[in-house]
Every structure is written in C-alpha cells, then in structure tokens.
C-alpha cells in the first residue's frame, strides 16, 4: 500500500466513527397515524420526554408537535462510554386534507407514548 491509500482509509475510519458518536441537533419521534370517521389519531413514541416539555400548534390543516427530551439520569462518577438515546429538541409535523383549526383535540400521555385525537365538529 502506498502513504496515499493509508491516509485515504485513515481518513474514512475517522469519518465513520465520528458519524457514529454524533447525534442529530433535532430527532423526529415516530408516529402512526390512524384515520376514523370523525377524525384522526396520532401515536407518537416519546420515551423519557415530560408532557410539560411538549408543545403542540395548530395552523389551518397542519399539526406540529415539539418539545425536548432530557437526559435526567445522570450519576456522579460515571462516563460516558456509549450514547445511543438522542436528548435535544424535536419536532414532527402533520399535514391533513382539512383545516383542523375548530376541531376537538384531546391528548393522553401514558407510557411514553403521545396521543392526539383530532375530532371534525359534524
């Protein structure tokens, strides 16, 4: 192997384990979406977030969702070795094919899970 090819893998090594160290600035929780009769339900995944730290806005037929997860386990004396769980801000939107500004929208939070029903007034 020539000096040129060790720096050219030397260099993609370093790129692909700093890939794997950094985590996004913002994450997108998953969701499903459920479509029914009088409107939707969305399920959104937020372990480790606190319904204090959500936010939720309305705009004609677009729904956001945001808030922040943070790491509140810390113990003294330990090192980070490994970091998996993304702790920062997120945001998920929704767009849907009617304004839902004067629906009915109720929340329920419960083992980390996010639930939004939208309800369209009939």
Known sequence: M???TDLMILTR??????????????WQPAADVYEGRD??????????????????????NFLSVAGR???FERERGLRLKSMEITYSEFERGFEFPVSIEQARILTDFRNGMLLIRILLEA
């Open 13 to 26: 090594r370093l790129h692909v384990a700093a890939e794997k160290r950094v985590q996004p600035l913002r």
């Open 39 to 60: 409107g939707w339900l969305i399920k959104l995944e937020l372990a480790g977030v606190r319904f204090e730290d959500l936010q939720l806005r309305v705009t004609g």
């Open 69 to 71: 997860r943070v790491d």
């Open 2 to 4: 020539t000096y040129k």
